[in-house]
Every structure is written in structure tokens, then in C-alpha cells.
């Protein structure tokens, strides 16, 4: 599951999907941290974000995340403690395949069809109730859902190589 640090999202994952493994959007996690940074100094610590992000070993991004710590620490305490706090859930994607990782580590898909909805009901305009609206957002999702089911999205030979351990078979 990925999604943004909502605490009702995580919470309902749990309840409705026990076991299953939450990505932190990269994206997101990235504008949390460098919003604890005044303006004049995001460029840098930026780049320093992103290379994080960049690489496809999680031992080579946790070494850059621990870089990361050791340079900006002592100038932006507040953002490197939000980056700690979050790093973990940030770079669950690295224990998946890496032809996986750039559709799994962002909510971009996700952002990109609300982004149609929002454009599509725009010109729209005023609807005459709320179930018009609704029909029009749901009409959109479905020729999303088709056009995603025409395209090999993740390819699950790659997933079923990676062996994940079942948190249900070991309650047992």
C-alpha cells in the first residue's frame, strides 16, 4: 500500500488489509521534510533528498540517508528529525524488485487520476446533484481502470521471486 503519512489511511490498512507492507510516498515524505526548511536553503537539501531516492540498492540509500543525517543535522535539526522519523517507511520500496520501484515508491498514479477527475468536473461546472458528480468521477475511474489493464503495470514474475515471510502463517 502506498500513501501519503495519514494516520486514518495507515490505520484503515491495518484493520481492512492486516500483513500487507506500507510505502510512505517518497514525494510526499521529500515536501515534509523540506518543510521545516527556510526557502533560501531547500535547493541543496533537495538534491540530497532525491539522490536518496535515486539509487537501487537499499544499502547504498541507507548509506546516503545516513550522510544525509550527518550534513544537515546540526543546521535544520527539526527536518532531519522529521527524515528519521520517516526514512524507514520511505524506502520500503527497495525490498521489491527494482523494475518495480518507480511505480510503488510515489502516489503519482493515484495523484494523476485525481487530477483528471478534478479537470473533468471543472468543465463540467455546476452539476444538478451530487450523484451527477459522482457518476462522472466514477465513469472516469473505470476507463482508468481500463487503460491500466491493457498495460503489464508491475510484472508479478519479478514479485514472485522476491520472498516476502506471511505475518499470518507465523501467528500460528
Avoid at 452539476?127 to 451527477?132: G, L, R, V, Y
Avoid at 503489464?152 to 499470518?168: H, S
Wanted: one cysteine or more; hydrophobic letters at 40%.
Amino acid at each position: 500500500m502506498v500513501s501519503d503519512d495519514h494516520e486514518g489511511i495507515k490505520a484503515a490498512v491495518a484493520a481492512e488489509m492486516p500483513g500487507v507492507e506500507w510505502q510512505r510516498c517518497a514525494v510526499h515524505f521529500e515536501r515534509n521534510v523540506l518543510s521545516h526548511v527556510p526557502v533560501g536553503e531547500m535547493s541543496e537539501m533537495a538534491e540530497d533528498l532525491k539522490a536518496i531516492f535515486k539509487v537501487r540498492r537499499e544499502k547504498t540509500a541507507r548509506a546516503l540517508a545516513e550522510e544525509f543525517v550527518g550534513l544537515h543535522g546540526e543546521r535544520f535539526p527539526k527536518a532531519v528529525s522529521v527524515f528519521e522519523a520517516g526514512i524507514e517507511e520511505a524506502l520500503s520500496y527497495l525490498r521489491y524488485p527494482g523494475s518495480h520501484h518507480a511505480r510503488i515508491r510515489t502516489t503519482n498514479m493515484l495523484e494523476r487520476l485525481f487530477r483528471e477527475v478534478k479537470r473533468r468536473t471543472r468543465v463540467v461546472g455546476v452539476f444538478p446533484n451530487e450523484a451527477s458528480a459522482s457518476t462522472l468521477a466514477t465513469e472516469i475511474a473505470l476507463r482508468s481502470t481500463e487503460q491500466w489493464a491493457l498495460k503489464r503495470y508491475l510484472t508479478m514474475g519479478a514479485l514472485e521471486a522476491v520472498e516476502k515471510p506471511n505475518p499470518q502463517l507465523s501467528r500460528h
